[in-house]
């Protein structure tokens, strides 16, 4: 469990900085994007973080 939290505080912020990179890149400016951006981001984590998890502990 503590290794799954680990893994989503690193990947959730990263996929949500990367996806907040993207809406500035492609020109929304505005909160609401930037936002949706944040939380798609770690909506996205959420699979990736179990699917790394499952494999780092064999």
Do not use: H
Request: without cysteine; positive net charge.
């Amino acid at each position: 469990m503590f290794l799954w939290i680990a893994l989503y505080a690193m990947g959730g912020t990263t996929l949500a900085g990367i996806f907040i990179v993207a809406a500035l890149t492609a020109g929304y400016t505005t909160t609401m994007p930037i936002v949706w951006a944040a939380v798609a981001g770690f909506v996205v984590a959420l699979p990736v973080v179990w699917m790394v998890g499952r494999k780092l502990r064999g």
